[in-house]
């Protein structure tokens, strides 16, 4: 399984947008990038995910690398209900497994 | 509106007292999974049912076992839990297996305590 590579916390202040990084240099040509966080005592949460182009939805925006050996996850406004920790995954081959990775815990600031 | 609900949210059993967690949902989907999350780690796949088609990750415990008695329940049961299981349990969902753009939709856990 391809592995992917996060800072282990960031901090931000509310209202200032937030880019988590995400480092997978063995990525396939296959492979998907997905993000997923989980706030504090609850079940990860689906955030967004893309192949090559970069995506946009309403939680966020996810900025891939054009060798897409890297991605970047973008919270335009930073919240303090986006204080959670964020999981880069890569989804490739025939399975529907997530594994998950240390992630980046993000805290925000008022 | 609720769609992945596993209860109860914290259960307390005891050393080698068999203990089962439960987990139902409403969005109808084909494949359910068992995670396990410890204090400070990420959440580590235990198995799934795909329909009624059970898998079992290689590393998991024979101490744990699943059933699926209908499309909307599955149950993770814990023939004899050690001090070492107390952790998270967290029920997914999603609509496929095999899509690599498939979503999965998480429970909000059951904490176990073992004494």
């Known amino acids: 399984d391809a592995k992917t590579t996060q800072p282990n916390s960031m901090e931000s202040n509310e209202e200032e947008p937030v880019h988590l990084p995400c480092n997978h240099s063995t990525i396939s040509g296959t492979d998907y990038i997905h993000w997923y966080r989980q706030l504090p005592s609850q079940g990860p949460e689906y955030v967004i995910h893309g192949l090559t182009s970069n995506v946009n939805n309403r939680m966020a925006s996810l900025a891939i690398a054009e060798d897409r050996k890297s991605s970047t996850l973008i919270l335009h406004r930073a919240t303090l209900r986006d204080a959670a920790v964020y999981y880069c995954?890569?989804?490739?081959?025939?399975?529907?497994?997530?594994?998950f990775g240390t992630g980046t815990r993000l805290q925000v600031f008022p | 509106d609720a769609m992945v609900i596993q209860n109860p949210r914290y259960q307390v059993t005891q050393f080698g007292k068999p203990v089962t967690l439960s987990c139902s949902q409403t969005?109808?989907?084909?494949?359910m999974y068992w995670y396990q999350q410890k204090s400070s780690q990420a959440p580590k796949l235990l198995f799934h049912?795909?329909?009624?088609?059970?898998?079992n990750e290689a590393d998991t415990p024979d101490n744990f076992q699943s059933r699926r008695p209908n499309t909307s329940f599955c149950f993770l049961d814990i023939r004899s839990p050690g001090l070492g299981d107390a952790a998270m349990y967290l029920c997914?969902?999603?609509?496929?297996?095999?899509?690599?753009?498939?979503?999965?939709?998480f429970g909000p856990g059951t904490r176990l305590l073992v004494l």
């Open positions: 969005l109808n989907h084909n494949v």
């Open positions: 997914a969902t999603s609509r496929d297996y095999s899509g690599l753009q498939e979503t999965q939709y």
């Open positions: 049912y795909y329909d009624k088609d059970f898998n």
């Open positions: 995954i890569l989804r490739g081959g025939n399975t529907d497994k997530l594994i």
